[in-house]
């Protein structure tokens, strides 16, 4: 305890030279626990025993960014980086062990910078996923970007470790269309594309956040979308054939024109069919009727309007604005409910007596949800190497799954245990060795690093590093060696330094 008193009164002493104090917090500041909760999306990891940090920075430029790496490393102490904080363990502001460590909190380094001309974005790192897309809309009708469906979903967090959401048929995974970044590395250096070399610019893209160091933002490609789209969401339960229904969707969905992606909610008893198609109502009738009858889709289902209105749209509802991809504010109901998740890979179509068998389980009391995003298309035609993210061709879908308890009424025990029983139903009917995760939808029950020597063992992370990162993993240490190879960025999931673990 006295030495952490010692390195953390090093830490701010330092850190005083360099950053105005008032963007720095310590527990006693009334600021600190509110600015603590801004981005906590899973409340279960804001409990009296969580580890919290010891002290919250609030960058508002890279020196002072470069500042707290440096000061930091000075006096032993760790940072976790933060953009959006909504890692599904909590990780960019707790520790799962005693640990002494700091949080960066980038909340402040959110600008976007359209260039609609060339086609280009620069992001910075805590930017929302929805503040990107509204900069894209307001500059210009006919481009968009190919990230996930939550808007408060941070820039930073999201394309470390890959990205996807309603265009990755069409356009592949957010971390597809990065072309350059600038990262502040251990050493507290500002790099770019350039400078930090091909093999760190490689593993930035997907190689999960955390362990390079702290991105303060990244230069996008722009895609071209039409200036009408088409949405739909069909529900079909299952006394409707919900299981026949789904059956039949593993089939189609990946085949489908890269133009169309038809995702499906599974909750209870019902199967939600959602989609986006880049093209009018007109154009996606005959695709329909001729490919997935099964669905028994009519032209009331469809609803035109622009990419840009269709973001809200999807995943805040009909009646959410464009201006709603702005809001930042946590709602206190975020707080009310915890939740459990993980994720698997499908490449052969699960039959339908299991579809039976599963939906079976859903209806059962504290039962979670299923979310299945088909793949096939561009995210499938990049090569598994070409970025950390290998779940590419042969993968029909992938499956999320989920599920919520409130938190005024118990501490997630029952519903966890629904989560990792079905995942253990669910064996096999899934990709295996390995079987596939996504990074994105982090689950500590996948494994954890192991610290020898004071750097976490490339041997022991093997057996989460290769469920997210597959033949990737390796080279993800050896990029992590040239960079941070004391790995001092690292957290219960970071990619181990491979040099130094022999
Ligand atoms: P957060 O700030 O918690 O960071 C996540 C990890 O990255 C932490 O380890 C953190 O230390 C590190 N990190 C953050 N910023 C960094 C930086 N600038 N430099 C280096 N490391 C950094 N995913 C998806 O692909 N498609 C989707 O549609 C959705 N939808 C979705 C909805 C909701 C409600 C949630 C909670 C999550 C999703 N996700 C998702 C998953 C999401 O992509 C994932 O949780 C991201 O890591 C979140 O990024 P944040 O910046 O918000 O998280």
Same mark, same amino acid.
């Given at each position: 305890?006295?030495?952490?008193?010692?390195?953390?009164?090093?830490?701010?002493?330092?850190?005083?030279?360099?950053?105005?104090?008032?963007?720095?917090?310590?527990?006693?500041?009334?600021?600190?626990?509110?600015?603590?909760?801004?981005?906590?999306?899973?409340?279960?990891?804001?409990?009296?025993?969580?580890?919290?940090?010891?002290?919250?920075?609030?960058?508002?430029?890279?020196?002072?960014?470069?500042?707290?790496?440096?000061?930091?490393?000075? /006096?032993?102490?760790?940072?976790?980086?933060?953009?959006?904080?909504?890692?599904?363990?909590?990780?960019?502001?707790?520790?799962?062990?005693?640990?002494?460590?700091?949080?960066?909190?980038?909340?402040?380094?959110?600008?976007?910078?359209?260039?609609?001309?060339?086609?280009?974005?620069?992001?910075? /790192?805590?930017?929302?996923?929805?503040?990107?897309?509204?900069?894209?809309?307001?500059?210009?009708?006919?481009?968009?970007?190919?990230?996930?469906?939550?808007?408060?979903?941070?820039?930073?967090?999201?394309?470390?470790?890959?990205?996807?959401?309603?265009?990755?048929?069409?356009?592949?995974?957010?971390?597809?269309?990065?072309?350059?970044?600038?990262?502040?590395?251990?050493?507290?250096?500002?790099?770019?594309?350039?400078?930090?070399?091909?093999?760190?610019?490689?593993?930035?893209?997907?190689?999960?956040?955390?362990?390079?160091?702290?991105?303060?933002?990244?230069?996008?490609?722009?895609?071209?979308?039409?200036?009408?789209?088409?949405?739909?969401?069909?529900?079909?339960? =299952?006394?409707?054939?919900?299981?026949?229904?789904?059956?039949?969707?593993?089939?189609? &969905?990946? &085949?489908?024109?890269?133009?169309?992606?038809?995702?499906?909610?599974?909750?209870?008893?019902?199967?939600?069919?959602?989609?986006?198609?880049?093209?009018?109502?007109? =154009?996606?009738?005959?695709?329909?009727? @001729?490919?997935?009858?099964?669905?028994?889709?009519?032209?009331?289902?469809?609803?035109?309007?622009?990419?840009?209105?269709?973001?809200?749209?999807?995943?805040?509802?009909?009646?959410?604005?464009?201006?709603?991809?702005?809001?930042?504010?946590?709602?206190?109901?975020?707080?009310?409910?915890?939740?459990?998740?993980? @994720?698997?890979?499908?490449?052969?179509?699960?039959?339908?007596?299991?579809?039976?068998?599963?939906?079976?389980?859903?209806?059962?009391?504290? =039962?979670?949800?299923?979310?299945?995003?088909?793949?096939?298309?561009?995210?499938?035609?990049?090569?598994? /190497?070409?970025?950390?993210?290998?779940?590419?061709?042969?993968?029909?879908?992938?499956?999320q799954y989920m599920n919520f308890w409130s938190m005024a009424s118990g501490d997630g025990a029952v519903q966890t245990r629904w989560i990792r029983?079905?995942? =253990?139903?669910?064996?096999?009917?899934?990709?295996?060795?390995?079987?596939?995760?996504?990074?994105?939808?982090?689950?500590?029950?996948?494994?954890?690093?192991?610290?020898?020597?004071?750097? /976490?063992?490339?041997?022991a992370g093997m057996v989460w590093g290769q469920k997210y990162f597959k033949g990737n993993y390796q080279r993800l240490a050896m990029a992590k060696?040239?960079i941070d190879p004391d790995d001092y960025f690292r957290n219960e999931q970071s990619i181990p330094p491979f040099a130094n673990s022999r």
């Open positions: 305890v006295a030495s952490q008193g010692n390195s953390s009164d090093a830490f701010l002493s330092c850190l005083s030279a360099s950053i105005p104090r008032q963007l720095v917090f310590t527990p006693s500041s009334p600021s600190f626990t509110p600015l603590l909760k801004s981005s906590i999306r899973n409340p279960k990891f804001f409990t009296p025993s969580t580890v919290r940090p010891l002290y919250i920075v609030t960058p508002t430029n890279a020196s002072h960014v470069q500042a707290a790496v440096l000061c930091g490393r000075r /006096s032993g102490l760790r940072i976790r980086v933060r953009s959006g904080g909504h890692d599904y363990e909590g990780l960019s502001y707790r520790s799962v062990r005693a640990e002494a460590f700091a949080v960066l909190d980038l909340s402040s380094l959110r600008s976007v910078r359209v260039d609609a001309q060339a086609a280009t974005a620069w992001v910075d /790192s805590g930017a929302q996923l929805g503040e990107l897309y509204y900069a894209i809309g307001k500059a210009s009708s006919v481009l968009g970007f190919p990230g996930g469906l939550c808007p408060t979903v941070g820039v930073g967090g999201h394309f470390s470790g890959g990205g996807f959401g309603m265009l990755l048929r069409k356009y592949g995974m957010a971390i597809d269309h990065v072309i350059d970044a600038v990262l502040v590395d251990a050493k507290g250096r500002l790099l770019n594309k350039n400078t930090m070399g091909s093999d760190v610019f490689w593993a930035l893209r997907g190689g999960g956040g955390e362990s390079f160091g702290v991105v303060l933002s990244w230069q996008v490609k722009l895609l071209p979308v039409p200036p009408k789209v088409t949405v739909f969401n069909v529900p079909v339960t =299952a006394s409707q054939g919900a299981a026949d229904v789904v059956t039949r969707w593993q089939q189609i &969905a990946p &085949a489908l024109p890269e133009d169309l992606i038809i995702r499906v909610v599974v909750q209870q008893k019902t199967a939600n069919f959602q989609s986006l198609f880049l093209g009018t109502c007109d =154009a996606l009738l005959p695709v329909m009727s @001729s490919r997935f009858p099964e669905l028994r889709f009519n032209r009331s289902d469809c609803r035109e309007m622009t990419w840009i209105q269709s973001v809200p749209y999807i995943y805040l509802g009909s009646a959410s604005t464009v201006e709603d991809l702005l809001n930042r504010t946590t709602a206190e109901s975020v707080f009310s409910s915890g939740y459990k998740a993980t @994720s698997d890979y499908v490449r052969r179509a699960i039959p339908r007596d299991a579809w039976a068998s599963i939906f079976t389980k859903l209806a059962q009391p504290n =039962a979670g949800l299923m979310i299945l995003d088909p793949y096939g298309g561009q995210i499938a035609a990049v090569p598994e /190497s070409a970025t950390p993210y290998p779940h590419r061709a042969g993968v029909l879908y992938n499956i029983e079905f995942y =253990a139903f669910m064996a096999p009917f899934v990709s295996s060795s390995p079987r596939e995760a996504y990074f994105n939808y982090r689950d500590l029950d996948l494994g954890e690093n192991v610290v020898v020597g004071n750097v /976490s063992s490339f041997q060696a040239q």
